[in-house]
């Protein structure tokens, strides 16, 4: 075996953990937080959740909350304006993946100056200058916990994964009762999400006996509760399992990787806002059952371990229900195709030849079982457009 491992120094999971955020930084001697968050955190007042106990432990914090779902490499710059007028020794990231991987960005560009692209992989993005204490609000991308960060350059449309120790946050606390109020739609895509970490960081080319095990603990936590977080958003059993399995899924990809999914997902976000949850949910059928004969013991593993699959199946019926139950998964949760998202086929077909070359740039691709070359990921695009499957298999 041949792996790094990488996590945060201290992980605090558990119900009504963001209380203790005061005493989280006081362990690492910081107490000059900027607090990076959303505008609809800042005005529906959840950002209060972690404001209140800062300001009980006498810590007045400053809120940089201008941050935008799919964060551009703008937002990052004018985050880093604020982190550098003012005297701060921390970045305190409360939101979902978007406002977590924004804090992260300002923590590597104000390091190391520049633009965000000069760090896009494969530079390794290993300096911060504040380290970041994460606190997902979603359940979710597990950024709290990934080496990662996603950024989009606003102006060549590209989501650039950015990589590398810079973006590991020092400290996470993970919290799932601050999920209760995510609605049903972005649970769905969030915990799609999540589970799409498990499943590649499983199949990866560079999975390893402790990616394997936080990525199999993850399947099956979503497997069996992302249907009743859907449907039950105050089902306190399911959001709890939920919220533990995106940040054991964060943890599994961030020392594997993520793989054709992701590849082809980022491009998708980047030319046509779909939510990155929602644009691996469109993808995820296809791409399994493409990538299926080149792993399918894996495969099958997945497939028992998520439910999707009974546990006595052989792997042919295995990997056979894994696509069929992902397909039925994604109608349960009602997502849509590109088309009922409102994308243009003009638009989706003009952007084919573009999106292959960006997901290939991205190397992701590379850690699929089966690699693709850019026609095949062209003709994945269309698969999922049309929503006829590529071959009977
Ligand atoms: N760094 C990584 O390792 C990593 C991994 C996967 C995805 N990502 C990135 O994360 C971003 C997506 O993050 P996300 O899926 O968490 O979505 P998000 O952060 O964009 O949030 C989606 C929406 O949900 C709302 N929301 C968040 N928490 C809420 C709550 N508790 N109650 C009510 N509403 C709430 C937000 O205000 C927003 O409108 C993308 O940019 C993606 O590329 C990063
Ligand atoms: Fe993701």
Excluded at 129 to 154: K, M, N, Q, W, Y
Excluded at 283 to 311: E, H, I, K, N
Aim: glycine share 8%.
């Amino acid at each position: 075996m041949d792996a790094i491992l990488a996590a945060p120094r201290l992980m605090q999971v558990g119900g009504g953990s963001v209380k203790q955020v005061a005493s989280l930084l006081a362990k690492f001697g910081l107490s000059r937080p900027l607090v990076v968050t959303d505008p609809f955190m800042a005005s529906s007042g959840l950002v209060r959740r972690c404001l209140d106990p800062l300001e009980q432990a006498g810590i007045v914090a400053s809120v940089f909350s201008d941050t935008i779902p799919e964060p551009t490499d703008m937002v990052v710059e004018a985050g880093v304006a604020v982190l550098l007028a003012g005297d701060f020794d921390c970045l305190v990231a409360f939101g979902g993946g978007s406002p977590i991987d924004t804090a992260k960005a300002m923590a590597v560009l104000a390091a190391g100056g520049g633009k965000m692209r000069d760090y896009k992989v494969p530079v390794q993005a290993d300096t911060a200058r504040l380290p970041v204490i994460a606190i997902p609000t979603t359940a979710g991308t597990g950024s709290e916990c990934t080496r990662f960060t996603v950024i989009t350059d606003a102006h060549a449309d590209e989501k650039m994964l950015i990589a590398g120790l810079g973006c590991l946050p020092l400290a996470a606390l993970v919290d799932y009762e601050l999920t209760y109020s995510v609605p049903p739609r972005t649970t769905a895509d969030t915990g799609v999400d999540s589970l799409t970490h498990a499943l590649e960081a499983y199949v990866s080319r560079r999975a390893n006996p402790f990616s394997d095990a936080l990525a199999l603990a993850a399947m099956r936590l979503i497997g069996e509760n992302l249907r009743t977080a859907f449907r039950e958003p105050r089902n306190a059993a399911a959001r709890e399992a939920m919220m533990l399995g995106a940040t054991q899924a964060g943890l599994a990809f961030s020392n594997s990787s993520v793989a054709l999914v992701h590849g082809m997902s980022r491009p998708i976000g980047a030319h046509f806002h779909v939510p990155h949850g929602l644009s691996n949910a469109m993808l995820l059928p296809a791409v399994t059952r493409f990538s299926v004969p080149a792993a399918p013991d894996r495969y099958a593993v997945a497939a028992r371990q998520s439910g999707l699959a009974a546990a006595d199946d052989p792997d042919d019926r295995a990997v056979a229900r894994l696509v069929a139950g992902l397909e039925a998964l994604n109608r349960e949760l009602g997502v849509p195709t590109p088309a009922e998202f409102g994308i243009s086929e003009a638009d989706w077909k003009a952007k084919l030849s573009l999106m292959a070359e960006q997901a290939l740039a991205s190397g992701s691709p590379a850690n699929n079982p089966r690699v693709p070359d850019a026609a095949e990921i062209v003709a994945l695009y269309n698969e999922v457009w049309t929503g006829a499957p590529r071959n009977a298999g």
